[in-house]
């Protein structure tokens, strides 16, 4: 992965992390907080032996076909956070008006969680030498 996404990624683990913790101590259960825990500890050593993260690796541009990939890959993100948008509004507007509340935490938490299953998902691409 490259610096700014090993950044990103930083950035977005610490994120869930709070929100782990933010969780538990506002409604404490131990078993949801080890296996939160256990879960994002396992994403990131995984991460670790795939791409070798936290250390970001400076790639240099082989030909021609890569370096149009970064604007493939915004096109992709920018859709795929559109359709979570969608889908939080589809299930808003899916519950019936009376019992019907907005959750500031359950909007932002697969905002979260869905760079970190992209950005390698994205680098794994990359370096694929696929046409896209």
């Not at 700014?4 to 969780?23: D, K, P, Q, Y």
């Not at 795929?80 to 299930?91: D, I, N």
Request: hydrophobic fraction near 55%; charged fraction near 10%; include cysteine.
């Amino acid at each position: 992965m490259n610096p700014a996404e090993t950044a990103v990624m930083g950035l977005l683990s610490c994120l869930v992390l709070v929100s782990i913790v933010w969780g538990h101590v506002r409604s404490p259960r131990w078993p949801t907080l080890v296996l939160s825990l256990v879960g994002l500890f396992l994403y990131l050593f995984l991460l670790r032996l795939l791409f070798g993260f936290p250390v970001p690796h400076v790639q240099v541009v082989k030909s021609s076909t890569q370096s149009n990939f970064l604007p493939v890959a915004a096109a992709m993100f920018v859709f795929m956070v559109l359709g979570m948008v969608a889908e939080s509004f589809y299930h808003y507007f899916d519950t019936p008006a009376q019992t019907r509340r907005f959750d500031l935490g359950t909007f932002v938490k697969p905002f979260l969680v869905s760079p970190l299953v992209f950005m390698p998902s994205s680098a794994s691409l990359e370096n694929a030498n696929l046409d896209l």
